[in-house]
Structures are given as C-alpha cells and as structure tokens.
C-alpha cells in the first residue's frame, strides 16, 4: 500500500507540470571531451575517510525477525587543518543524526516484524520472513574542496518484494555547509534539460522513452524546479540517480545521468567547476557513471555481477570475471599521469572475507591486473584474521564492517593477508606502474 501511494503521488505531480518543456543544452560530444577545456585545479588535495557499518540482527524462537544496520562515516588521521575544522563537527552531527533516524527506523521494524510473526503463527504459518533495512555509503568525492557520499538503503517489510534507493550529501570541504543545487548550478531549468537529454542518450530502450521521454523530462524538471534531484558532486561533474518508481518501473531499476563539467561548463558555478589532479571515486555496484581523466580522455564505467560472476563494463567493452563474487565495493582511480584503474573488493564464493581485484582501463577493454598477494580494503581484520574469519554472505550476529576509502592515489591504507601464516598487516599503499597496490611500509595489526 505504502509503494501504492508512493507510485501514485509521483504520477499526480507528473500530470501536474506543464506541458512546456526547457530547450536542452548541447553537450560537447562525450568522444570529443579530450579536445574541450579541462577544470583542473592543483590545489585540490584528498582527504582520507572510512566507512563503518554496524549490523544488528533480532531474533525470536522462530529465527531472525530483523537485520538491520547502521553505517558511520569519519576521518582517518589528522586532515588539514580548514578541512577539519569546518568538516569535523560536521561529520560528528551527521552520524549522530544517522544514528538517531535508524534506532526509530529498527524499533518501529521491529515492532512490524513482531506483530506480522504473531499473526502468521496464529494462522498455523511455518514460513516466517526477515523484515530487513540495510544500509551503506559510497564516496563519490573526498578532497579540500568537497565531501560528497552516496548513502545507499535496501529494506523488507513484508510483500512481495523489498525496496531500495539512494540520496546524495554534499558537503563545502572548507565551511561545512550543505551544498543546494543553486550553490552548484547556475540554472535549474537548463540543469533539468541537460539531465533529460542524458538520460534519453544512456537509456534508449527504457520504458520512460515510449513516450519520447516526455513525461520523463517533465518529472525531471518538476524535481529540478523544486529542489528535490538527488545528485552527488562527482570529481569531474555531478552525477543525478532516479530510485524506482520515480521514472521507470521497480523492474529498471535505479537510473542515473552524468553531467561532466568539459560537457557543460556554463551550469557549474565556477567555485564548484573544479577537478583535481588525480582522484579516487567509489562506485555502487550496477549504476554507472561518466567521467573524464587527467589526460582529457574520457569514459564511462559500469560494475555488475551475472551468474558466473564480476561484470566491468567500460565503455562498449565487457570483461566478465568469472567467479562467484559478493558485496562489491569498486572504486575508479585516475592518476595525475592519465593513467586509470578499477580496483573492486568483493567477497569470493566461499572466503570469509574481501580480496581486492585490480583492473586496467588504459586500453579499450578491462584487463584484469595479476595480484601476488591476498589484500583488502577493509580495516577491522584482525591480526590472527584465519582464526576469526566469520561468514560475509548473510549476517547472522551483531557485527562490524569498516572500509578504508580510498582517496589518493599515491597514499591509500589497505590489509594484506598472509595465507602461510594467517597473520594480517595493516599497508600504506600507492598505485603501482602495473595499478596494483604498491606497499610502501606495513605494521602488524595488533
């Protein structure tokens, strides 16, 4: 009933907008960005942050009644000094809010979940289903100009099936504030435009284009006009997300649009029209993005799964990984000297923990990068991590999950596995020559 209403008030709004649509901008051709003026600013430097999600799990007689989380966001180490001062209180109210919002959101689950298993006993049922709200957050950008996190949420509450979306946060890295589309874009109506016109360019077969994408666009630029478009603040330009049922069917999935700043110069304000040199993008697994590198080339890139295992779309090409792999976490990584990686930690069908794979984007197609050693980017492996390995796939206990994120490409902190002697050794890591992780020192995790 809930999704009901939901798909029902969007539509209403839909029928609402008027029927004179803005005149969309012409974009620079995405194979023509290498020749079109470049925004990098050298004076853009990371910061480094982690991400920690905290699972809880409850339970009746009758097995789990919920699975829940909560994922916090914080520095590692000492930041410059601006940054911490504007971004440091603001991180601390952040996850304090999150922290808030999910202890009401698990108590009413929790509530829903007790009652629904009540009933269904009382009626003799001996299927009893987990209610579920998990969450996570991927860094789109973390350096002294912005912080911008893609917050990503999955839910069950009974029905025939679950729900799940995103909602970007962007955050002034100097002053703390949180960012509107009028302090990043100088014209909504334009913005609106420009959106529509990708998303017709990326999504030719979607069932929003049966109309021509006309009721898509005017969703777009009701959004836009309202000031409700989730978007993040991307290294190289803003990237827009429509959960489902906003304009496509639950089926479709969530889609996304990319709106580089060498494409669109003019909707950027100036302060915000800013690349740095290198960079590190996370990406959530199956929505994929465009950007550009350091070189003035650009991309887009897609990480997926199918039945055999890891997807990397890059561009036309495809390289299917095989190997049955579980909670992607990929990060795009460009180098100041043009050059650019995937680096993808998943957990592989019967490890109990993360393994980073590392691929190279520099030809036309993916290739995979030969990795000597076992390493991840998680950050609460213990020393003795053989002993307590603990099971990824489903949660079964009240349990911790901590990501280094990585910022810079030539400082970045990741855990190497020893497999001969089960021990495991916290690095600080730069992209290698040949992109693997190249381990500059290495300290016992104890």
Same mark, same amino acid.
């Given at each position: ?109 929790? +509530?829903?979940?007790?009652? $629904? ?57 100097k002053s703390g504030r ?119 080339? +650009? ?8 039945? +055999? ?10 390289? $299917? ?33 993360e393994r980073t794979r ?25 020393? $003795? ?62």
């Amino acid at each position: 009933m809930k999704k009901m209403k939901f798909a029902t008030a969007f539509a209403a709004v839909m029928l609402s907008v008027g029927a004179s649509l803005p005149a969309w901008p012409t974009a620079v051709p995405f194979s023509a960005v290498c020749e079109a003026a470049s925004y990098i600013d050298e004076s853009i430097r990371p910061i480094q942050v982690n991400v920690h999600t905290h699972y809880t799990v409850d339970r009746d007689n009758d097995g789990v009644l919920l699975r829940t989380s909560l994922t916090r966001v914080s520095f590692v180490g000492s930041q410059t000094g601006e940054v911490d001062k504007a971004l440091g209180p603001v991180l601390w109210k952040y996850n304090d809010e999150k922290e808030q919002r999910a202890q009401n959101t698990r108590e009413k689950m929790l +509530g829903f979940a007790k009652q $629904d298993r009540a009933e269904r006993r009382a009626a003799g049922a001996n299927f009893f289903p987990e209610y579920e709200n998990v969450t996570d957050i991927f860094v789109r950008r973390a350096d002294t100009l912005a912080l911008s996190l893609l917050e990503c949420s999955q839910s069950y509450e009974g029905g025939v099936h679950g729900m799940y979306g995103v909602v970007g946060r962007n955050f002034d890295a100097k002053s703390g504030r949180e960012l509107t589309l009028d302090d990043v874009f100088t014209d909504r109506n334009e913005l609106a435009g420009a959106i529509a016109a990708q998303l017709r360019r990326d999504y030719p077969s979607a069932s929003f284009m049966e109309s021509g994408g006309v009721g898509m666009a005017e969703m777009v630029e009701q959004l836009a006009k309202d000031g409700v478009l989730i978007w993040t603040l991307d290294p190289c330009g803003a990237s827009f997300y429509f959960n489902p049922y906003i304009i496509g069917s639950y089926a479709e999935g969530i889609f996304t649009a990319t709106i580089l700043f060498d494409e669109y110069p003019a909707l950027f304000a100036e302060k915000y029209r800013r690349a740095p040199k290198s960079y590190c993008m996370e990406l959530r697994p199956w929505l994929p993005v465009r950007t550009t590198f350091a070189d003035g080339s +650009g991309t887009s890139v897609k990480v997926t799964t199918t039945d +055999g295992g890891l997807r990397i779309v890059k561009g036309g090409a495809i390289l $299917d990984d095989w190997g049955e792999t579980y909670g992607l976490r990929p990060v795009l990584v460009s180098l100041a000297d043009g050059r650019r990686y995937l680096y993808v930690d998943g957990v592989v069908a019967g490890d109990a923990w993360e393994r980073t794979r590392v691929y190279d984007l520099n030809g036309s197609a993916p290739v995979r990068v030969p990795m000597a050693r076992q390493m991840a980017r998680r950050g609460d492996i213990g020393e $003795d991590y053989a002993e307590a390995e603990r099971g990824p796939i489903r949660i079964e206990e009240n349990r911790d999950k901590v990501f280094y994120i990585m910022a810079n490409p030539e400082d970045f902190y990741m855990t190497l596995m020893d497999e001969s002697t089960g021990k495991a050794e916290l690095c600080q890591c730069r992209v290698g020559a040949d992109g693997a992780p190249e381990i500059l020192w290495t300290q016992d995790m104890g």
